[in-house]
């Protein structure tokens, strides 16, 4: 409970006490609205965090006394028998004692795109690791390819997937750098502001002013003062940003990650699902002679080209014998999606791109051997109208074995040495452009094979990650990939993304177990690739990074880029893709696994500090002012130009909807251009010290000059106070206009532009008509009915604040 809110009820039992009954109702109304509003405000925040997270239970399918049943696989223990199926996610780790060509993609817990394959047999080593031990399946990977049944060895945090997870535990949460500036902030106000408000009761009392009326003052000026609700009204301008991210797909799980996204000064990003589609995608194919193809993802969405002309694959005979092979040779399926491998389905796509009709369901299969890591290879056999054909699919070298012939331009053509060592050639070629070099033959037996050629897949960029990069560099974001990949596919993609130059850098991650904690730190804000890398790399260079004053963005899906995630000042998971390590330990989750949607969200970040610091600009002037007006008064001897109740009515302005309001201005397009801010600057600056000096020296002028005018003229106290009064909440409202922005004019915003402040600032000034023109808020508030001449006057006075505001930012410009 706030002592403050304390105090204030205690003053209204004195009150009440000593039969000031307006005085200890008008306290304890006030108290109520500021109470409700901080109790809404956190009700409001807390609801939209619970709302963002979504959780998943997941079913396996277990064999118990002979039945399969499906159960939650949280329900799982050792011991119990588990079937796997295509498409299916591994519910814990399993020794596998059953399998039918047993495929599992283990990129949650490697990095790695590629499928593994998985044996029965027992490892040739205890000491073999995580991605050796063929013999098991582990919680948290994906089946792609064939079925088994395997009996369960650990479940929860005894599995592999629990191991890693346990990192986190070492890498613990920072406050962000907004967190950190509000709270040395709200320290420093409230030493200053008690200081000046125990002086000014001091000086109230020993000049004979009433002990309890200046108690009052003094806290009530202390609740205005004293920024106890900034926490609450920062939480509330950011839960609006988060809805406005929301609908950007950016879902932010802890409000001040949106403030840091806009800081950020290096983004580390994995590679396999954030900056690529993780989709395998055909991008070359060559018999005798190149052929480039379009589309992306698993469809026949595409085309073949020559020369940036399309290119009619019925007349190319070798490019059609080629596609059919890649369709025969092939387990996938793609009629919901990829069920199988990412190469088949690449390879299955181009297929598609091409016209050809799907011929493994009306045709004969007749033999059958699957791909194994040994032999390098795939043979699919089927009976055709021409007797039986035998595809084939593999490794260059190993398929140049079973080859006799090439398929040229006049048909098959013996198979020379020097055309083996130009293939040869080619596929090097394709393979040092980071494309994955697939070969295809076929013929009538399995040892008289026809060569048809070369398939050269990647996993392409993302569309739209190209220009999200530009534009985070031309802001000073530096951008970072850190992956398990080799160098030359890492460099290639970060080539065709744009941000590895001439100068660029690219470390591995042998090197970076060889480098001291300086040597790296030194280096690690000018590294662009980070290969052949580990969990605990990337939690090393997060670190490095940070340990130079960086602030640090790290996104990824995998298990593998958790610890990662938790260390740096905001994570970013990927929402499809991601495990739910990934996306419980990041702070921001990309629903549509965009990388591009950060660009969003940094422009958000950046709009929301901006936004963050208006409404500081538009608080701390008030309180200024009024603490001013109040101790101005006092040592001069003359009666207070607030009392209690209007002090706290002005705090509930202050912290109500016209400050709200400026924390839904809407997004200025230049903002994304700003360079990211220097953590260690002040969020109130010197430029902010001189605007807030300027607007509040105007109203404590305006607001003196009006009240001292009244008591010349011989008007009554409560007459001159409900001036005062009314003036100063008028200059709040214009203030507000104000704050909208540090630098462009309301009018170049557009004067209705924020339908927020406007309504604000309608319901504020209906409030205070209501509060000089209803009897019962008149007796509670101390005030008086005003005439028109008057309402003119106060209005004439308030607007000076704008009209000096608007001067400023011209002459600025």
């Known amino acids: 409970t706030d002592p403050l809110i304390l105090l204030l009820l205690a003053s209204a039992l004195v009150s009440l006490f000593i039969h000031k009954v307006n005085d200890a109702v008008g306290i304890a109304v006030a108290v109520t609205i500021v109470v409700t509003l901080g109790f809404t405000q956190e009700y409001r925040s807390e609801k939209s965090v619970a709302e963002l997270k979504r959780l998943t239970t997941y079913t396996c399918h277990v064999v118990r006394e002979g039945r399969v049943y499906e159960i939650p696989s949280e329900e799982l223990v050792p011991g119990d028998i588990v079937s796997l199926n295509v498409g299916g996610r591994v519910p814990a780790d399993l020794r596998i004692f059953e399998s039918t060509g047993l495929q599992i993609d283990e990129s949650t817990l490697t990095g790695e795109s590629e499928p593994v394959s998985k044996k029965i047999g027992a490892l040739k080593s205890r000491d073999a690791i995580l991605a050796e031990k063929n013999n098991m399946a ?208 690449a390879l299955l796509a181009a297929a598609l791109k091409a016209g050809l009709s799907d011929e493994r369901e009306r045709l004969e299969r007749i033999d059958e051997v699957p791909f194994d890591s040994g032999r390098k290879w795939m043979m699919v056999g089927y009976n055709t109208a021409s007797g039986a054909e035998y595809f084939f699919k593999g490794a260059v070298e190993w398929v140049l074995e079973k080859c006799t012939s090439f398929y040229g331009k006049e048909g098959p053509q013996p198979l020379t040495a020097e055309r083996k060592k130009q293939i040869l050639d080619v596929s090097r070629g394709l393979a040092d452009e980071a494309l994955r070099v697939i070969a295809l033959a076929s013929g009538p037996s399995p040892d008289e094979q026809v060569f048809l050629g070369l398939a050269g897949m990647i996993d392409p960029p993302r569309q739209g990650v190209q220009e999200a990069i530009k534009m985070a560099r031309e802001s000073g974001v530096h951008i970072a990939m850190i992956t398990g990949d080799s160098r030359e596919t890492a460099v290639a993609v970060t080539k065709e993304l744009g941000f590895y130059c001439a100068d660029g850098v690219a470390i591995s991650g042998a090197e970076l177990d060889g480098m001291t904690e300086t040597e790296l730190s030194d280096i690690a804000g000018r590294v662009d690739v980070f290969y052949r890398t580990s969990p605990e790399h990337k939690l090393k260079i997060v670190r490095a990074l940070q340990s130079t004053g960086q602030v640090v963005a790290m996104t990824g899906d995998g298990v593998n880029d958790a610890p990662a995630l938790k260390a740096a000042d905001i994570g970013v998971a990927m929402g499809r893709s991601g495990t739910d390590v990934a996306r419980e330990t990041a702070e921001m989750i990309l629903v549509d696994d965009n990388f591009a949607t950060i660009v969003s969200a940094i422009e958000e970040g950046k709009s929301i500090y901006n936004n963050i610091k208006n409404f500081l600009r538009f608080e701390l002037t008030t309180s200024v002012a009024a603490i001013s007006v109040i101790a101005i008064s006092t040592l001069l001897g003359l009666p207070l130009p607030l009392n209690p109740i209007q002090i706290l009515w002005i705090n509930i302005i202050m912290d109500g909807p016209p400050a709200q309001s400026l924390g839904v201005e809407p997004l200025d397009p230049d903002i994304i251009k700003r ?139």
């Open 138 to 345: 582990f919680m948290g990977t994906i089946v792609t390819a064939g079925k088994a049944r395997g009996i369960v060895t650990a479940t929860g945090d005894k599995s592999e997937l629990g191991r890693i997870s346990s990192i986190l535990q070492g890498a613990d949460r920072v406050k962000t750098p907004l967190q950190k500036k509000l709270d040395e902030l709200g320290k420093q106000i409230s030493v200053v502001a008690l200081l000046i408000i125990a002086a000014i009761s001091a000086v109230g009392i020993a000049t004979g002013k009433p002990a309890l009326e200046m108690f009052m003052v003094g806290v009530s000026l202390a609740v205005a003062a004293i920024p106890e609700g900034l926490p609450i009204v920062v939480t509330i301008t950011l839960a609006l940003g988060v809805t406005r991210m929301a609908k950007n797909n950016a879902i932010v799980r802890r409000l001040p990650a949106v403030e840091t996204l806009g800081s950020t000064t290096v983004i580390c990003t994995d590679k396999t699902g954030t900056l690529t589609q993780n989709e395998m995608t055909v991008r070359t194919i060559y018999t005798t002679e190149f052929f480039d193809v379009t589309g992306l993802g698993y469809t026949g969405a595409g085309e073949f080209q020559q020369g940036g002309s399309a290119v009619d694959v019925q007349s190319e005979p070798g490019l059609y014998a080629l596609l059919r092979c890649a369709m025969l040779c092939n387990t996938a399926s793609l009629n919901d999606g990829l069920v199988g491998q990412p190469t088949e389905g």
């Open 675 to 813: 360079r990211p801010r220097d953590p260690k600057e002040p969020i109130v600056n010197r430029r902010m010290i001189s605007n807030i000096a300027l607007g509040a020296v105007i109203m404590i002028v305006g607001t003196l000059a009006v009240f001292f005018a009244e008591l010349s003229k011989g008007a009554e106290l409560e007459r001159a106070v409900t001036m005062a009064f009314t003036v100063f909440v008028m200059f709040q409202m214009f203030n507000a206009l104000n704050c909208r922005s540090e630098e462009k004019s309301v009018f170049k915003l557009g004067l209705f532009s924020n339908r927020y402040v406007t309504l604000a600032i309608a319901a504020s000034v209906a409030l205070q008509l209501a509060v000089i023109y209803i009897p019962l808020l008149q007796r509670m508030f101390g005030t008086t009915p005003l005439t028109l001449g008057d309402l003119a006057l106060v209005t004439l006075v308030s607007s000076t604040v704008f009209i000096v505001d608007e001067a400023r930012k011209k002459v600025k410009r």
